[in-house]
């Protein structure tokens, strides 16, 4: 079946530390996505990938670092410099990015909790 | 530029009663507006878009919603709730980004509870 994976599930931090949630796709989608969510406040743009070797920032990039080296693939990575870096982090895909009708299809999430 | 209002952060219905969840966009260029539901610790599925073909949309699970434009609405309806109905459901518009891109903005959310 195609979909989006995301692991780990659960992921616990210290402070400090930097981590990486990964997410892949077998859909052979050109643009990827990845959001924060937080309760009552709703899916927020961290960084967005409309093809291999590219990525853009959304609208709250900073303490996140990505990479696109492959087109199944675009791990994301939570540094020290994130404030508050506890959520739920979703990835999705889209077949294009310059189409506004498309789809964007979902993974099952990962919970980052900073102990 | 485009934005999402959901009215209602916490819906509450009978089983078997009508689900009514509101959406209200703003957008300079006509929208194009999504529905996601969430259920507890999973990521969105989508229950429904509209593209501006027919302003009345039908989704999965016996959803559906209404493009008006002159209220600026896609309220998402089901006449007749279920249990497993209960979920957060997040309203979306596809707005420009850049000339060319699109990205989408989500409301906030409603988590709709249905009652035995």
């Known amino acids: 079946d195609g979909g989006i994976t995301q692991s780990p599930k659960y992921l616990f931090r210290k402070e400090g530390q930097n981590v990486t949630l990964s997410c892949e796709q077998n859909?052979?989608?050109?643009?990827m996505y990845w959001y924060r969510q937080d309760p009552g406040q709703g899916l927020r743009l961290i960084y967005y990938s409309q093809i291999v070797n590219d990525f853009q920032k959304g609208d709250i990039a900073e303490g996140y670092s990505v990479s696109r080296e492959k087109k199944e693939s675009f791990p994301l990575t939570v540094t020290s410099a994130q404030k508050n870096p506890t959520a739920f982090y979703l990835c999705?895909?889209?077949?294009?990015?310059?189409?506004?009708?498309?789809?964007?299809?979902f993974g099952p999430g990962t919970r980052l909790t900073v102990l | 530029a485009q934005s999402v209002t959901q009215l209602g952060s916490h819906v509450s219905v009978s089983e078997g009663a009508l689900v009514l969840l509101r959406c209200n966009y703003s957008s300079s260029v006509p929208p194009y507006l999504f529905w996601y539901v969430q259920y507890p610790n999973q990521g969105l599925q989508l229950l429904l878009k509209?593209?501006?073909?027919?302003?009345l949309v039908k989704g999965i699970n016996g959803f559906e919603a209404e493009f008006k434009k002159s209220e600026t609405s896609f309220h998402l309806t089901k006449p007749s709730a279920h249990m497993s109905d209960a979920a957060e459901y997040f309203c979306a518009v596809s707005g420009t980004l850049v000339s060319g891109t699109y990205k989408y903005i989500f409301g906030t959310g409603t988590r709709l509870k249905v009652l035995a």
């Open positions: 999705a895909s889209s077949m294009q990015f310059t189409r506004g009708t498309d789809t964007q299809y």
């Open positions: 859909l052979n989608h050109d643009a």
């Open positions: 509209y593209t501006s073909a027919a302003t």
